[in-house]
């Protein structure tokens, strides 16, 4: 239930993806594995925060909740994958100092290994950056994840990164970083400028 309920997040199929987590959860919930069911409760809150609208109040105290028994049961890791979708609820629901402070633990966890919730946590952390108006440390922030992605082989990831930078130059009216950040996420993708000249 749980791989399958990775497979129906993937194609964007959330609703599906709850249905089948929550039974991934009940079954978890009857056996003596501390670790998984929460690990498996904190990829259900996830999924609460990749609703329309996303149920983030609800993700929160699920997590919360979750956070003792991972530190008790689980690793470093696992604390911080919680502590990242902590910063994603509290970011949702307007409270970015606890957001930037519960992305900056999760970072902290994870360590120097690269990893994609590390790269996913960064842009997180660039994005509530963003709100408070440090535009330096959230360029920062977004250029190293979007590098780390593109680094680790996360070809579409990485684009995604590099467009959300050129989108914050854009905004800045940055010209020539706005051109640069686009031109690395054609890149990401492997599609030359001339291709994509091409293709206009």
Same mark, same amino acid.
């Given at each position: 239930?749980?791989?399958?309920?990775?497979?129906? %997040? &993937?194609?964007?199929?959330?609703?599906?993806? +709850?249905?089948?987590?929550?039974?991934?959860?009940?079954?978890?919930?009857?056996?003596?594995?501390?670790?998984?069911?929460?690990?498996?409760?904190?990829?259900?809150?996830?999924?609460?925060?990749?609703?329309?609208?996303? %149920? @983030?109040?609800?993700?929160?105290?699920? +997590?919360?909740?979750?956070?003792?028994?991972?530190?008790?049961?689980?690793?470093?890791? /696992?604390?911080?994958?919680?502590?990242?979708?902590?910063?994603?609820?509290?970011?949702? +629901?307007? !409270? +970015?100092?606890? @957001?930037?402070?519960a992305a900056e633990r999760a970072l902290a966890g994870l360590g120097d290994m690269p990893r994609l919730e590390s790269a996913h946590t960064r842009l997180?952390?660039?994005?509530?950056?963003?709100?408070?108006? /440090?535009?330096?440390?959230?360029?920062?922030?977004?250029?190293?994840? $979007?590098?780390?992605?593109?680094?680790?082989?996360?070809?579409? !990831?990485?684009?995604?990164?590099? !467009?959300?930078?050129? /989108?914050?130059?854009?905004?800045?009216?940055?010209?020539?970083?706005?051109?640069?950040?686009?031109?690395?996420?054609? !890149?990401?993708?492997?599609? &030359?400028? &001339?291709? $994509?000249?091409?293709?206009?």
């Open positions: 239930y749980w791989n399958a309920a990775l497979i129906a %997040e &993937s194609r964007g199929e959330v609703a599906q993806a +709850l249905v089948l987590v929550e039974r991934a959860v009940a079954m978890f919930g009857e056996s003596d594995d501390r670790r998984n069911l929460g690990r498996i409760r904190v990829a259900y809150a996830l999924l609460l925060l990749q609703q329309s609208p996303p %149920e @983030a109040e609800r993700a929160l105290e699920l +997590l919360d909740s979750i956070r003792p028994d991972l530190v008790d049961h689980g690793g470093a890791v /696992d604390v911080s994958y919680c502590d990242a979708e902590r910063a994603r609820a509290l970011m949702t +629901l307007g !409270r +970015l100092d606890e @957001a930037r402070q997180l952390l660039g994005r509530v950056l963003r709100e408070q108006g /440090d535009v330096d440390a959230c360029v920062a922030q977004t250029t190293l994840a $979007a590098a780390m992605l593109e680094a680790m082989g996360a070809s579409r !990831r990485a684009a995604a990164a590099w !467009r959300e930078l050129g /989108d914050l130059y854009r905004d800045l009216g940055h010209v020539e970083p706005t051109i640069d950040a686009y031109d690395r996420a054609l !890149r990401a993708v492997r599609i &030359s400028l &001339s291709c $994509a000249a091409g293709i206009l």
